[in-house]
């Protein structure tokens, strides 16, 4: 029996992971992708002075950073969330309510259908325009 290759991706759209069936090729390069960060970083680190050896003066900030914690990183999310709250305040206000329903309060489009007595084909066609006009101020 020939083995079964899968790799867990995840989909930034629905926020889930799912399992998918890949072949030998894909499986080995995505393997030595993750491998060639890894090693990549730990030889980075290997170079870099604890702070503890430093004797109080401040040479390199690695321990004490996360990539969550990166400032460059937590930047663009800042300006990125000050960018689509303004654009968000130009939607009218039940295209707001449709999207608060479905990325924060976490609803399908076929529960708010129901709620608001239309088809779930209806709501899926607003939720697009909505994303495409997000995008098209955002990008």
Same mark, same amino acid.
């Given at each position: 029996m020939e083995?079964?290759?899968?790799?867990t991706v995840y989909n930034p759209l629905t926020g889930q992971s799912k399992t998918v069936v890949v072949t030998e090729a894909v499986y080995n390069e995505y393997r030595r992708g993750i491998?060639?960060?890894k090693d990549s970083d730990r030889r980075f680190r290997k170079n870099v002075s604890v702070f503890s050896d430093?004797? $109080?003066d401040?040479?390199?900030f690695c321990e004490?950073?996360?990539d969550d914690n990166d400032p460059a990183r937590l930047t663009e999310r800042n300006?990125?969330?000050k960018d689509l709250l303004r654009v968000f305040?130009?939607?009218p206000e039940d295209d707001r309510v449709l999207l608060c329903a479905i990325?924060?309060? $976490?609803?399908?489009e076929r529960e708010i259908a129901v709620l608001l007595g239309v088809s779930q084909k209806v709501i899926s066609r607003r939720k697009l325009r909505l994303i495409t006009f997000l995008k098209k101020f955002l990008i």
């Open positions: 083995e079964q290759y899968t790799l491998w060639r960060m430093l004797n $109080g401040y040479d390199c004490f950073c996360s300006l990125l969330q305040e130009l939607l990325f924060v309060e $976490g609803k399908t």
